[in-house]
Nanobody, 123 residues
Framework: VQLQASGGGLVQAGDSLRLSCATS????????VGWFRQAPGKEREVVAV????????WYVDSVKGRFTISSDKVKNTIYLQMNSLRPEDTADYYC?????????????????WGQGTQVTVSS
């Protein structure tokens, strides 16, 4: 399984960005995919998760109402639409996949990781 994140960039506060996580070797019904971020000097945090077999989603409180995670089974891609961006959203964003069978929601164990894409939001 391989994941590749893209779509980051430099934007101003209030702007939007859409991140893409292109996958290969991933059977949609068998995985959840999450978007994570890590800002300089801070711990990595999970931002949004989607269970691919049924589309159930989860968001961290700080992005609820602003970010939307979605999937396209035909393109094998998971998206993170980010609206109303804030300077505190500045971070490296990563996508990861977790094999179905987890005991927690969102999953605590992530099996495959993609490389990061940098998002910088200026004030």
């Amino acid at each position: 399984v391989q994941l590749q994140a893209s779509g980051g960039g430099l934007v101003q506060a209030g702007d939007s960005l859409r991140l893409s996580c292109a996958t290969s070797g991933l059977i949609f019904n068998n995985y959840g995919v999450g978007w994570f971020r890590q800002a300089p000097g801070k711990e990595r945090e999970v931002v949004a998760v989607i269970r691919l077999r049924n589309g159930v989603t989860w968001y961290v409180d700080s992005v609820k109402g602003r970010f939307t995670i979605s999937s396209d089974k035909v393109k094998n891609t998971i998206y993170l639409q980010m609206n109303s961006l804030r300077p505190e959203d500045t971070a490296d964003y990563y996508c990861a996949a977790a094999v179905e069978g987890w005991n927690n929601w969102p999953p605590l164990k992530w099996d495959y990781w993609g490389q990061g894409t940098q998002v910088t939001v200026s004030s």
